[in-house]
């Protein structure tokens, strides 16, 4: 089962849908990452959200093998946490990868649904005050992360953190564009907006 988890995980969809569906390698365009915002920015919104929804699918369906197999033995996290090990480094990638965020929230789907609708609130709205993906995710899983210590989810608390700290570590060079005031913005959100409205003046 954790073969099998690496492996779901390690499917790289956004090269996949890119290249079966619009002959492009994602890899080779914009910032050459192979998640969502990539896809979004370099094949539209209907490929972003495809890739989103594969991943975190893998995500979600490797956390549930302990209940396909009928096998609980081990934490289901344990799973989850594969396929974000296959989704950083996929086999099928020359062990490369994308940033984990939507694989990492597919295990907390699967794990706890209701922290997941939280963390998806959060991080859409945060989208759409910063138009930042990258600082949403950040922030999201942070405050996930507290989230879950303040109840007392000791398991899924410790992966929380080690998943934000990793997260803070794959956005490095997203930091220093925020830093710089020159990230990538998605083409909506409060901060979009009033940046493209003082551009004009």
């Known amino acids: 089962m954790l073969i099998l988890a690496y492996l779901l995980g390690s499917i790289p969809s956004g090269v996949w849908v890119g290249k079966l569906f619009f002959h492009k390698d994602i890899r080779q365009f914009g910032s050459g990452n192979i998640g969502t915002t990539n896809t979004y920015r370099v094949l539209g919104p209907i490929a972003g959200t495809l890739v989103m929804i594969l991943d975190i699918a893998k995500g979600s369906i490797a956390t549930m093998l302990p209940v396909f197999f009928h096998s609980y033995t081990i934490s289901p996290l344990v799973f989850g946490i594969a396929a974000i090990l296959g989704h950083t480094f996929s086999i099928f990638d020359h062990f490369k990868g994308g940033k984990a965020v939507a ?81 990538n913005l998605v083409p909506f959100g409060l901060y979009y907006w009033w940046r493209n409205r003082n551009q004009q003046k």
């Open 103 to 183: 694989t990492s929230a597919g295990m907390l789907l699967a794990y706890r649904p209701e922290l997941f609708l939280i963390a998806a609130g959060i991080w859409i709205s945060l989208i759409f005050i910063t138009s930042m993906v990258s600082l949403a995710s950040m922030i999201a899983f942070s405050i996930i992360t507290i989230i879950a210590f303040a109840m007392q989810e000791h398991l899924l608390a410790i992966l929380a953190l080690v998943l934000t700290i990793f997260i803070f570590y794959r956005h490095k060079t997203n930091i220093k564009r925020i830093l710089a005031g020159n990230e």
